[in-house]
């Protein structure tokens, strides 16, 4: 993730220390929300992104899992979760997603909701939120989930019911936001960046103020399950659109609203916001590079700081990449699986930069972006470790040839990779 907040807004978040390893000191927020600082980003345990059950009561477009609203086989049970999550908690990992297909499905979501909480996991959700009712909501707030994040695909509902298939997904969706907000419980949205989502970001800012939305998380597109017959945004358009979200949560936290902004899944995101920041000669350009360097992007993600179970207990790299599993929680502990770095494509994810090869291996910022998402590289070229798609970059800008204002940051600064 880049917290374009916490980057070019001077934010300060619960987050702040897991993601950028620094303190925070202008809030204090309530303790399931604080997340830890480890010594070194690539010291970090891995948030569980656990998809808990691949049923849905929608058929989005652009699902990952390719979810339908069917039952499907082989499914952890209760008490196979449980072990799981005390494994989990033994491991010391920084916090479990709960996600689906849509997880409020599960008749026993609040159960290991509560037993994840009582062994002392800091515990999230991902819903499309159809189904959140206020006492759903209630419940989140009872167990002290950390953070909801809910799906919204555009501000225009027509266009959120055709990606989620189903006529009034958009407002039962914002009915179930509204209780979140009711109940006091922290909520979110999460859009996907498409071609035909990007061109509405100026409506969803105005949304996002309109409804007093505190935290939105913009993912670039991967091609994975319904999602491979997507069109991905080409590099202007990614540009323009990270533009525009920059502008917006800049004006937004400039007009005194504490807004939480992030972009995800691309993490040639930093270095576009260095750069500008450069050229926009912002005093804080050195600290945010400090910050993105120590971060490492996608260098310390995947198979390191990000991992997923899925439905029927394998473990990816992350919940696009299951494609490939390391092995199943029903076999061996995950704590011992994530560890093992026998399986060269493991071993190569915990230590990428040496691997990369083309645009990524030759960028100047691959310290700072490590690679971007490798689930993209290899779906899209079957290369694991193949130049990301996905990056936006310009030839100029990743070899560090002459970019304006480059010399504002003093020499040396803007070499990435060290």
Same mark, same amino acid.
């Given at each position: 993730?880049?917290?374009?907040? #916490?980057?070019?807004?001077?934010?300060?978040?619960?987050?702040?220390?897991?993601?950028?390893?620094?303190?925070?000191?202008?809030?204090?927020?309530?303790? /399931?929300?604080?997340?830890?600082?480890a010594k070194s980003a690539k010291d970090r345990r891995p948030i569980i992104?656990?998809?808990?059950?691949?049923?849905?009561?929608?058929?989005?477009?652009?699902?990952?899992?390719?979810?339908?609203?069917?039952?499907?086989?082989?499914?952890?049970?209760?008490?196979?979760?449980?072990?799981?999550?005390?494994?989990?908690?033994?491991?010391? #990992?920084?916090?479990?997603?709960?996600?689906?297909?849509?997880?409020?499905?599960?008749? !026993?979501?609040?159960?290991?909701?509560?037993?994840?909480?009582?062994?002392?996991? /800091?515990?999230?959700?991902?819903?499309?939120?159809?189904?959140?009712?206020?006492?759903?909501?209630?419940?989140?707030?009872?167990?002290?989930?950390?953070?909801?994040?809910?799906?919204? !695909?555009?501000?225009?509902?027509?266009?959120?019911?055709?990606?989620?298939?189903?006529?009034?997904?958009?407002?039962? +969706?914002?009915?179930?936001?509204? /209780?979140? #907000?009711?109940?006091?419980?922290?909520?979110?949205?999460?859009?996907?960046?498409?071609?035909? +989502?990007?061109?509405?970001?100026?409506?969803?800012?105005?949304?996002?103020?309109?409804?007093?939305?505190?935290?939105?998380?913009?993912?670039?597109?991967?091609?994975?399950?319904?999602?491979?017959?997507?069109?991905?945004? !080409?590099?202007?358009?990614a540009r323009s659109a990270i533009d525009t979200i920059i502008d917006r949560?800049?004006?937004?936290?400039?007009?005194?609203?504490?807004?939480?902004?992030?972009?995800?899944?691309?993490?040639?995101?930093?270095?576009?916001?260095?750069?500008?920041?450069?050229?926009?000669?912002?005093?804080?350009?050195?600290?945010?590079?400090?910050?993105?360097?120590?971060?490492?992007?996608?260098?310390?993600?995947?198979?390191?700081?990000?991992?997923?179970?899925?439905?029927?207990?394998?473990?990816?790299?992350?919940?696009?990449?299951?494609?490939?599993?390391?092995?199943?929680?029903?076999?061996?502990?995950?704590?011992?699986?994530?560890?093992?770095?026998?399986?060269?494509?493991?071993?190569?994810?915990?230590?990428?930069?040496?691997?990369?090869?083309?645009?990524?291996?030759?960028?100047?910022?691959?310290?700072?972006?490590?690679?971007?998402?490798?689930?993209?590289?290899?779906?899209?070229?079957?290369?694991?470790?193949?130049?990301?798609?996905?990056?936006?970059?310009?030839?100029?800008?990743?070899?560090?040839?002459?970019?304006?204002?480059?010399?504002?940051?003093?020499?040396?600064?803007?070499?990435? !990779?060290?």
């Open positions: 993730m880049i917290d374009i907040s #916490v980057l070019y807004g001077g934010l300060e978040t619960p987050s702040t220390p897991h993601r950028y390893g620094r303190k925070i000191t202008q809030i204090d927020p309530p303790p /399931h929300q604080r997340m830890a600082i992104v656990w998809n808990l059950t691949r049923t849905c009561n929608l058929k989005c477009i652009h699902c990952y899992t390719d979810s339908d609203a069917v039952k499907y086989p082989d499914e952890l049970t209760t008490d196979q979760c449980k072990v799981v999550l005390d494994d989990l908690a033994k491991f010391g #990992v920084p916090a479990v997603l709960f996600s689906g297909g849509e997880p409020l499905v599960r008749k !026993d979501l609040f159960e290991l909701a509560t037993y994840a909480r009582d062994a002392g996991l /800091h515990v999230v959700l991902s819903t499309n939120g159809t189904l959140i009712t206020p006492e759903i909501a209630k419940r989140f707030v009872e167990l002290k989930f950390a953070y909801i994040g809910l799906s919204l !695909d555009s501000a225009i509902p027509e266009i959120h019911d055709k990606f989620r298939g189903m006529e009034g997904a958009f407002q039962k +969706t914002m009915q179930g936001f509204r /209780h979140c #907000v009711a109940a006091g419980q922290k909520v979110g949205l999460r859009l996907t960046l498409t071609q035909h +989502t990007a061109t509405n970001l100026d409506k969803l800012f105005d949304f996002i103020e309109r409804e007093n939305i505190d935290r939105a998380c913009f993912y670039h597109l991967c091609p994975a399950g319904r999602g491979k017959d997507l069109s991905a945004l !080409d590099p202007a358009q949560t800049d004006d937004l936290l400039q007009r005194g609203q504490r807004v939480e902004i992030l972009t995800v899944d691309n993490h040639c995101d930093g270095p576009y916001l260095y750069l500008r920041m450069l050229r926009e000669n912002q005093p804080r350009t050195n600290q945010v590079l400090d910050m993105l360097r120590w971060n490492g992007g996608g260098r310390y993600s995947s198979g390191v700081g990000i991992a997923n179970i899925d439905f029927c207990g394998n473990v990816h790299a992350d919940q696009f990449s299951m494609f490939r599993s390391f092995g199943n929680i029903k076999e061996r502990k995950f704590s011992e699986i994530w560890q093992d770095t026998s399986d060269p494509i493991m071993a190569g994810l915990k230590d990428r930069l040496p691997l990369l090869k083309g645009r990524c291996g030759a960028c100047r910022f691959k310290a700072v972006c490590g690679g971007s998402l490798r689930a993209r590289a290899e779906i899209s070229t079957g290369d694991p470790w193949a130049a990301d798609p996905g990056c936006y970059l310009t030839e100029a800008e990743i070899s560090g040839e002459p970019v304006a204002a480059d010399s504002a940051a003093g020499p040396g600064s803007v070499c990435c !990779d060290r």
